[in-house]
């Protein structure tokens, strides 16, 4: 018996190997081009930002006028980073829960490429004035074709992997994902073709276009963030997800309410009168999936405090669901029809929800998978423990500040806005020291994904320290055999009632 466990460990890992060895180069690629674009993106956020306490800087440079740079900012952090990191964890969970190594890494390489063209000549036409002045939708036209092709081939074989794997049990993890993988298409066809090949009445062009972001945020960015969670959770700390039920409450919430969000931005518009408090309600009720999966993940993760204090992959992990709880919680408060909702429409609130959702939730939730993909798809050590420690610092304190300040500064503007007693510049002029404050905060978080993105480029020229242990920073007193300073073993994660292992 001992001998056929012993036998039956040795292919699982050989299998996995050989999984992660498939798999090296489209990872590393989406990780590295979306941390390049992470950079890029908090760059112009920066300078959108510092243009609303300083409108003269940059000011004789067209292409840097506020009305270009915060779209850009926007779209770049979107469609270059959040998209491509959701690329890389997508394809390699589904890989892996799947047991099938990847055969079309020219294809999703090629894909890839084509993508990032499409981002990048989508950035540029918003710089240039050509935007369409839809929020998350400003690249010009011609983008989005491009841009959807490009996904059909990145993860067209992560269905073809999930439809021909062994027999078994389906988790979790794969659930969120393959609700991601299907919602993602349906979003964003139906927005961009009723509101680029069926133009209507403007009115209701701008409610497809808050449909849309908020079916982003959440029937895509969220989905994929909690099915990453799912597998590091118990993957990390060895023991099995704390609730199934709870974990299945939280998805099939997700999936009810989700797609009624987002029309609540049109309140006071010429529309149905039910729909903008329809899109209020179900944005508040988001609270129950949000919990439910918070909850569940964090008890999960708590099962092994020693492993949390210590695991990179679990305290990015843990930031970000703290986030999604954070998240919960304001869109409950800035969603209240008789009070905040009139004050947050058009306010600095809406920027520091959707930050908090895109960086203060999914991207750390990336990074936590970052740190645990790489060293397996490269079969390499992180080069640094301090780099890392830093990335988490400055980007944990950095977002939160960045969230915050915009959450409670928007709420001041917006009742500067409703007192129509007052100049208008007195509203503009409440917001003056939360730009500031949030300048200096993207500059931090700038500093730190500037190294975040150096450190991938050198992984993936597999520059990192070598290492026979499927773990992450192993100690140099550790490299003889004692046990891993950093990620428990490389296992897969469990289905309900046991622990995370096959």
């Not at 008789?338 to 929800?353: N, R, V």
């Amino acid at each position: 018996m001992s001998s056929d466990s012993t036998t039956t460990t040795d292919q699982d890992a050989l299998l996995r190997a050989s999984i992660d060895r498939s798999l090296r180069h489209p990872v590393m690629f989406f990780l590295t081009s979306g941390a390049a674009w992470l950079a890029v993106s908090i760059l112009l956020g920066v300078i959108a930002s510092a243009k609303v306490h300083n409108p003269g800087f940059l000011a004789d440079c067209a292409w840097l006028t506020y009305g270009r740079a915060f779209p850009a900012h926007m779209n770049a952090l979107v469609y270059g980073w959040g998209m491509q990191a959701a690329f890389a964890v997508i394809i390699w969970l589904m890989a892996r829960l799947s047991r099938k190594e990847c055969n079309a890494v020219g294809t999703i390489l090629a894909a890839g490429h084509v993508w990032n063209l499409g981002v990048g000549l989508g950035v540029v036409g918003i710089l240039a004035g050509y935007g369409t002045g839809m929020p998350w939708m400003e690249f010009p036209a011609f983008a989005w074709p491009v841009l959807l092709v490009s996904y059909c081939a990145i993860l067209i074989w992560s269905f073809i992997q999930f439809r021909v794997r062994p027999e078994g049990h389906v988790f979790i993890s794969q659930w969120y994902i393959l609700a991601a993988m299907i919602w993602f298409p349906w979003v964003f066809i139906t927005a961009n073709t009723l509101l680029h090949c069926m133009p209507g009445h403007p009115v209701m062009a701008a409610g497809i276009n808050a449909w849309f972001k908020s079916a982003m945020i959440f029937l895509f960015f969220t989905p994929v963030a909690l099915g990453a969670a799912y597998y590091l959770a118990p993957k990390v700390t060895g023991r099995p997800v704390f609730s199934y039920s709870l974990a299945k409450l939280g998805f099939w919430s997700l999936a009810i309410i989700a797609p009624w969000a987002g029309m609540q931005k049109l309140a006071g518009a010429p529309i149905p009168f039910f729909l903008p408090y329809l899109g209020a309600a179900a944005t508040a009720l988001l609270f129950i999936p949000a919990c439910a999966a918070g909850f569940n993940l964090i008890r999960t993760m708590l099962s092994c405090p020693k492993t949390l204090a210590e695991s990179p992959s679990l305290r990015f992990t843990m930031a970000g669901i703290i986030g999604l709880a954070v998240l919960a919680v304001a869109a409950v408060l800035l969603n209240l029809p008789g009070s905040t909702l009139k004050m947050t429409q058009f306010s600095l609130s809406g920027y520091g929800f959707d930050v908090l959702a895109i960086y203060g939730f999914f991207t750390l939730v990336m990074f936590g998978a970052t740190y645990f993909i790489v060293p397996r798809v490269t079969r390499r050590e992180w080069l640094s423990r301090r780099l890392i420690k830093m990335h988490f610092l400055f980007s944990a304190y950095g977002v939160v500040f960045v969230a915050l300040i915009a959450l409670f500064g928007g709420l001041l503007q917006g009742a500067g806005q409703e007192d129509w007693q007052q100049p208008w510049e007195d509203a503009a002029s409440r917001a003056i020291p939360y730009a500031v404050a949030s300048t200096f905060s993207w500059s931090l978080i700038l500093f730190s994904n500037v190294f975040f993105f150096l450190h991938l480029a050198l992984m993936w020229m597999r520059l990192g320290r070598r290492s026979l242990h499927p773990t992450l920073l192993v100690s140099s007193h550790d490299a003889h055999g004692s046990s891993p300073h950093g990620e428990e073993g490389d296992i897969d994660n469990a289905g309900p009632g046991h622990a995370a292992a096959h």
